[in-house]
C-alpha cells in the first residue's frame, strides 16, 4: 500500500468519524496509528478461511537501499507472507542491513 492510500484511509476515516463506530476511530498503540475495521467496504463480516486464502497467496517484493564501496544499491527481495515477518526481524538482528525503501505487495500466479 503506498503512502498515499494510508493517509487516504486514515484521513477518510478522520472525516467521517462521525458515520463510525467507536473502534473504527483512528488510534494509537504500540508507535503506530491503526483503524480496527469489522466488515468490508460492501459492510459483510470478514470470513476468515477466505482471508487466510487470500494471505497465503500474497507475496511482497521488499526494496531495500544498501551503500557498499561507495555505490547506492537496491537489493529486491521475494517474501512470501508467511516469512515476512522473519525477513523483518532480520533487520532487527543484522543478518540483513540497509534501508527498505518499499514493500510491494503481489500475487506470483497472476505474473505474466
Do not use: W
Amino acid at each position: 500500500m503506498s503512502d498515499k492510500n494510508v493517509i487516504s484511509l486514515f484521513a477518510n476515516n478522520k472525516k467521517d468519524l462521525a458515520n463510525h463506530t467507536a473502534d473504527e476511530k483512528i488510534k494509537f498503540y504500540a508507535g503506530f496509528n491503526y483503524v480496527k475495521l469489522r466488515k468490508d467496504t460492501n459492510g459483510n463480516k470478514f470470513n476468515k478461511e477466505s482471508l487466510l486464502s487470500y494471505a497465503q497467496k500474497c507475496h511482497y517484493m521488499v526494496t531495500v537501499m544498501r551503500e557498499i564501496d561507495g555505490e547506492t544499491l537496491l537489493y529486491r527481495y521475494d517474501v512470501s507472507n508467511d516469512d515476512l515477518f522473519k525477513f523483518m526481524k532480520s533487520f532487527e538482528e543484522n543478518t540483513l542491513n540497509g534501508k527498505i525503501i518499499e514493500i510491494e505487495k503481489y500475487f506470483p500466479e497472476d505474473l505474466a
